[in-house]
């Protein structure tokens, strides 16, 4: 059974940073695409960026040079350090799993980045 178990989460004030964590269980982790999305209240859920199978990373515009995405495949792992976070940024953020190839899309159960002073 494929899990995403994501982490790092929390409460912080503008202009710091938060490192969140998804830990992939029950699937081949380095034949995914992984990414993350967030969704504020009212609002759609987004792409914030994406780590192909091929590790070249790409992002949203309103979080590029503030935002990174990374992957360890022998950890199984893939990671979004957020730096010099705003209010915006308020959301519940969502790790994905994608294999196009085969049609599987799999998502953790979200945890909450909420930026305020």
């Known amino acids: 059974q494929v899990r995403l178990l994501e982490s790092g989460g929390g409460l912080v004030q503008p202009g710091g940073s938060l490192r969140l964590s998804c830990a992939a269980r029950?699937?081949?982790?380095?034949?995914?695409?992984m990414a993350w999305y967030r969704q504020a209240p009212g609002k759609q859920r987004e792409l914030v960026a994406a780590?192909?199978?091929?590790?070249?990373?790409n992002y949203r515009d309103s979080v590029k040079d503030r935002f990174t995405i990374s992957r360890d495949n022998t950890k199984n792992t893939v990671y979004l350090q957020m730096n010099s976070l705003k209010p915006e940024d308020t959301a519940v953020y969502y790790c994905?799993?994608?294999?196009?190839?085969?049609?599987?899309?799999?998502w953790g159960q979200g945890t909450q980045v909420t930026v305020s002073s």
């Open positions: 029950g699937m081949i982790f380095s034949a995914y695409d």
């Open positions: 994905n799993a994608r294999r196009s190839l085969f049609q599987l899309d799999y």
């Open positions: 780590i192909p199978i091929t590790a070249i990373p």
